[in-house]
């Protein structure tokens, strides 16, 4: 593709993605670079909840659902994250049940139970035992757990999948597509690249409009990373 006359033929922006071949060169000054996420068959109507970077003071986590999404407070105790079990048991409709004389509770979802003992990290499940990165304590809040309770316990016992993610402070409950998409800027003499990362692998599609590149994904939501734009000579931002 020829620039404009009014482009000096060396400006030029690149775009490159990890999945589609081959990579299309986009000439002329591009002033903003957009993340798309398209709507599923639910959710019509809300948009497509866009997952932040955590905010810096009190820590929560992100719990995302096919009814939406929630924050739940997180306690970092000897630089572990840990949950309440009274909010899961909100969340997730469990039923908490502390033994007092034997130093332990168990939680219950339907007929299926996991147990759990103060000071210890091991979780039992219909007699199997589970590792957890921390012990179930005793906080200001009531009893807490490892957010890896989540994913390593909890999990077997509910009615869908909890994928923990700990990087992005995200938990998702069910059969979504929340793919983690990676944005990388660089700038070379007078070139401008934009470098896209996306696990797994998502449709998508890439559109080109007036001063902008969209590129939208087929997806419930994005985990994303972007990058900051340290020289908006080419590229002016990216954004959500």
Partial sequence: MRPPSSVSPRRTVRYDDQIVRPHPRIAGALLTAALVGTLGTWW???GVP???????GDPALTLLARDGSRSLPLTVLNGQEMVSLADL????????H?????GGLTVSYGDRTIVLSEGQTLASIAGSLVSLPAPTVRGERGWLVPVEF???AL???YDSPIELRRASRLAI???L???RVTVRHSTVGGESRVAFQVRPATPHTISEEPGRLIVRFEAHALDSTLPTIADADLVEAIRI
Avoid: C, H, N, Y
């Fill in 50 to 56: 866009i997952l932040a970077q955590p905010a810096a």
């Fill in 177 to 179: 597509r929340v793919p």
């Fill in 89 to 96: 048991a909100t969340v997730f409709r469990l039923t908490v």
């Fill in 44 to 46: 019509l109507g809300r």
């Fill in 150 to 152: 989540m994913s390593r």
């Fill in 173 to 175: 409950v069910g059969e």
């Fill in 98 to 102: 502390e033994d007092q004389t034997a």
């Fill in 155 to 157: 999990s077997q016992i």
